[in-house]
């Protein structure tokens, strides 16, 4: 009995090692002449060196300022730029395959999470739908194997007729290990009851009690202000209803409050009652499922769009969402990438760079778009060990052909993605 324990022991060792991914890191690699933009608010550094060792960044810097190890695999990426790995500060890793739903499952959930990395998102924070494979997934990626995207999660998003139920779902969440806490406060354009105050308070009370951050969904100005001074930690979609006015700016900026403004999660509500231009972009059907782009393609489809009040609603908010961003840029409230994607139609992956390129149209710079998906979005979800490319941080950063801080679209022009300097397979 004891020997074919031990044969079997030995036998799945074996196998261990055998099927330890190829490439998997250990050892040091270095990558040599990238023009490096770290995420932080440093300038740029041209012809720079990074080094990452068994996952983490070693060091960092100008050519001349950093001793390559002698035994680290060198990576000549000269002319090209280097970034953090993108952050999405709102998203969902979920149920949702094809245009359905009700696919919550491990299988399900690594096929999104390989599909964010490839397009260079490196860590998802999922606010809400999280259920224990989720949970799981979270717990198993702090690890120097990983080659796909980074999960954070929220649980349920919490809903509850009475304080107590309130609290208990939160609590049901916090017990799980949740990352944030996650509400709406919101009447979608008048169809439904928003959640009364009573209930938030009990919400944020209970939330800080189990010392978690509240995310809010929401809509209205008032109640933006109102959710702030109830003690919320952070702003998960753009107000829509009214420009923001002088007591918000200094409510949020106070209170030093991120605002995540999910841009394209607007455009996802009307952009297919017509075919949307980014149907012919090669970089967004390298991963589209031509059977999709049919069903949104119906005229059927298109015309319910187009006569339905919610889209037409949303897409003037949109306008007022993208005003917001510029006037919040401007003095310096902090703003992180967030797209909402995850639900059917909103497209994981290719909608974070859309985003990039909707915030620089709302009046951000390349390299505030670029921050905003990077350093400040890591701390803006309470990540401290990604995000920028500082030594002692994971190895998460993208290899881009063209500079993104001339122009946010070459954010697409992706070479490889690396995760724990494991490289992403394509
Ligand atoms: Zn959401």
Redesign the pocket.
């Known amino acids: 009995m004891r020997t074919t324990i031990t044969r079997l022991l030995t036998l799945s060792g074996l196998l261990l090692i055998l099927c330890a991914p190829v490439g998997a890191n250990e050892g040091s690699l270095a990558f040599v002449g990238a023009r490096i933009i770290d995420g932080t608010a440093n300038a740029p550094i041209e012809d720079g060196v990074l080094v990452i060792t068994d996952g983490r960044i070693r060091s960092v810097g100008p050519r001349d300022a950093v001793t390559i190890p002698e035994d680290a695999q060198q990576i000549d990426v000269s002319g090209k730029t280097i970034m953090p790995g993108l952050i999405n500060a709102?998203g969902?890793v979920g149920g949702t395959l094809g245009l359905g739903g009700g696919q919550y499952n491990t299988g399900n959930l690594l096929r999104q999470l390989g599909l964010y990395a490839r397009y260079g998102i490196t860590t998802v924070n999922s606010?809400?739908g999280d259920e224990e494979q989720g949970f799981a997934l979270r717990n198993s990626q702090f690890d120097s194997d990983l080659d796909r995207a980074r999960i954070f999660v929220a649980g349920s998003v919490v809903v509850g007729d009475s304080e107590q139920a309130i609290r208990d779902e939160v609590n049901r969440n916090a017990d799980m290990g949740a990352n944030f806490i996650k509400v709406r406060v919101d009447d979608n354009l008048g169809a439904t009851q928003k959640m009364p105050q009573n209930l938030f308070d009990a919400l944020v009370d209970q939330a800080h009690i189990r010392r978690l951050p509240v995310a809010v969904?929401l809509f209205y100005l008032e109640d933006a202000k109102y959710i702030l001074n109830a003690g919320a930690d952070l702003i998960?979609h753009s107000i829509r209803d009214l420009p923001v006015d002088s007591e918000f700016i200094s409510l949020i900026k106070d209170k030093g409050i991120c605002y995540i403004p999910t841009l394209t999660r607007e455009v996802s509500t009307f952009v297919y009652e017509g075919e949307p231009e980014f149907f012919s972009d090669p970089y967004f059907l390298k991963e589209a499922d031509p059977a999709i782009l049919e069903e949104l393609k119906t005229p059927e489809r298109q015309s319910r769009m187009r006569n339905s009040r919610s889209a037409q609603g949303y897409k003037l908010a949109l306008q007022v969402a993208m005003a917001n961003i510029g006037a919040l840029n401007d003095v310096g409230v902090k703003i992180a990438m967030g797209t909402?994607t995850g639900p059917p139609a909103r497209f994981q992956g290719y909608f974070e760079h859309m985003e990039m390129q909707m915030m620089v149209e709302a009046g951000m710079s390349p390299l505030d778009a670029i921050r905003a998906s990077t350093g400040i979005a890591a701390d803006c979800i309470n990540v401290g060990d990604v995000g920028t490319l500082e030594p002692g941080k994971w190895g998460d950063l993208i290899v881009l052909a063209a500079n993104p801080a001339e122009d946010i679209e070459n954010t697409k022009s992706i070479e490889s993605v690396w995760i724990a300097g494991n490289r992403v397979p394509e």
Do not use: F, I, K, T
Request: hydrophobic share 30%.
């Open positions: 709102h969902h606010l809400g969904h998960a909402d």
